[in-house]
């Protein structure tokens, strides 16, 4: 199962609203997950099942979409959200990965 | 607090082995299953192998099979990659990281911050 990511990088604003894609080669359902890594950092979890916020997370951030399209959503970007995106599939080996959103500012 | 340390990452000829580690800590290592994920310079990230809580299950990596061996150890709450073969193209940051899951899906949480392996003449 391939997962491709749209847009591969953006420019945003402190304080817009950002959207990031993701579509699998066939439906996985809800099993999907997205994560941040910052530069140099190892990647951090942010959202799991589609639409669970991760634990510690703030609530800028959510998840939407079922079977084969998903969606991140970032409200309000803040400067420490500057970042790369990425999306995952878990529900079928070999887990895959989009090609990561990098998140930059404008 | 959870913590995954990775060790033993360094420079390798291509054709060479090596073997990572990862030391697990702050929660009940034997319960869980754990993964290896790496990501090459500049590049995504790319799942390597999976090994189930009681090492009853594992999975590779088409790019690895064959090559790269995946353990535990849970009486030392330690995971462990034994990688031979090496190719120009396993030249990559490799991170443990917990696998972790309910009825709604699974996930990888968290991760532990990397270690390089260099292959290059």
């Known amino acids: 199962i391939q997962m491709t990511q749209s847009p591969s990088s953006l420019s945003a604003s402190v304080g817009d609203r950002v959207t990031i894609t993701c579509r699998a080669s066939q439906s996985i359902s809800q099993y999907s997950n997205w994560y941040q890594q910052k530069l140099g950092k190892a990647p951090r979890l942010l959202i799991y099942a589609a639409s669970s916020l991760q634990s510690g997370v703030p609530s800028r951030f959510s998840g939407s979409g079922s079977g084969t399209d998903f969606t991140l959503t970032i409200n309000s970007l803040q400067p420490e959200d500057f970042a790369t995106y990425y999306c995952?599939?878990?529900?079928?080996?070999?887990?895959?990965f989009g090609q990561g959103t990098k998140v930059e500012i404008k | 607090e959870v913590q995954l340390v990775e060790s033993g990452g360094g420079l390798v000829q291509p054709g060479g082995s090596l073997r990572l580690s990862c030391a697990a800590s702050?929660?009940?290592?034997?319960?869980?299953?754990m993964n290896w994920v790496r990501q090459a310079p500049g590049k995504g990230l790319e799942w390597v192998a999976h090994?189930?809580?009681?090492?009853?299950?594992?999975y590779y990596a088409d790019s690895v099979m064959g090559r790269f061996t995946i353990s535990r150890d849970n009486a030392k709450n330690s995971l462990h990659l034994q990688m031979s073969s090496l190719r120009d193209e396993d030249t990559a940051v490799y991170y443990c990281v917990r696998y972790d899951s309910d009825y709604v899906g699974s996930w990888f949480d968290p991760w532990g911050q990397g270690t390089l392996v260099t292959v290059s003449s």
């Open positions: 702050g929660f009940s290592f034997s319960s869980f299953s």
């Open positions: 995952q599939q878990s529900y079928s080996t070999p887990w895959a």
């Open positions: 090994v189930s809580s009681s090492s009853g299950t594992i």
